[in-house]
């Protein structure tokens, strides 16, 4: 069982469309990560969300944290080619000092 | 440089040949995890070092993995005897703190055994 489920797998729209990506769970986490990962690189932190209801932005990207830490969302505006990537979602779970993370949302903005 | 290093980028082995992968963490960063990642999948959590303390290694897939910090720094993965399910890419991170904490990553070596 995946414990924090990302949708949706993969998602191709033109460049200047919105788009939103989910990471959902059933487990409560003390908070969440989001990363982007580029072919061949490692995964970039871009925001780490510990309240609930927490919202933080990043530019063009929101993020949004459930009211009762089990799911978060991004939202990206007018999305750009070099968005592309794979957004992946981490946190560590009650009672574990380690993180998990999804399976990933794979985003490919063509021009 | 100030960023997580990994080496080899790129690694071709014979299956049942055995493999050492190395991973220089940023300095002073106490904890250091290893993880597995298949194309286009999130990583795998393999296992977990603070300092050279080996706290977790739930995620190694069998007793052909192993992984050591012997003095806190840098960190080895060997997987013995390999196999053509070894292939993936392994991804070194480190973070400053506990290993709850956001993680700095490696840009990963990618095994591909024949």
């Known amino acids: 069982t995946q414990l924090l489920e990302q949708s949706p797998q993969f998602l191709s729209i033109q460049e200047g469309e919105n788009l939103t990506v989910y990471c959902n769970s059933s487990?409560?986490?003390?908070?969440l990560q989001w990363y982007r990962q580029e072919p061949g690189e490692g995964p970039v932190l871009l925001v780490t969300?510990?309240?609930?209801?927490e919202v933080k932005k990043l530019k063009r990207l929101t993020f949004q944290f459930g009211d009762a830490r089990k799911d978060s969302s991004l939202h990206i505006t007018a999305a750009q080619p070099g968005d592309t990537g794979l957004y992946l979602c981490a946190g560590p779970p009650r009672g574990y000092s380690t993180l998990t993370f999804g399976k990933g949302t794979m985003l490919l903005v063509s021009p | 440089g100030a960023g997580v290093s990994q080496s080899p980028r790129y690694k071709v082995a014979k299956r049942g040949q055995d493999v050492a992968l190395r991973c220089d963490p940023i300095?002073?960063?106490?904890?250091l995890f290893w993880y597995q990642q298949a194309l286009g999948q999130g990583p795998e959590f393999l296992t977990y070092?603070?300092?050279?303390?080996?706290?977790?290694k739930s995620g190694l897939p069998s007793d052909r993995f192993f992984a050591e910090r012997p003095e806190g720094s840098v960190s080895t993965l060997k997987i013995q005897r390999t196999q053509q399910e070894d292939s993936a890419v392994y991804l070194c991170?480190?973070?400053?703190?506990?290993?709850?904490?956001?993680?700095?990553f490696g840009d990963g070596t990618r095994l591909s055994i024949l």
């Open positions: 300095s002073g960063h106490v904890s």
């Open positions: 487990s409560v986490f003390s908070s």
């Open positions: 991170a480190s973070s400053l703190g506990p290993g709850n904490q956001p993680q700095h």
């Open positions: 070092f603070q300092n050279e303390a080996q706290l977790d």
């Open positions: 969300v510990v309240t609930g209801g």
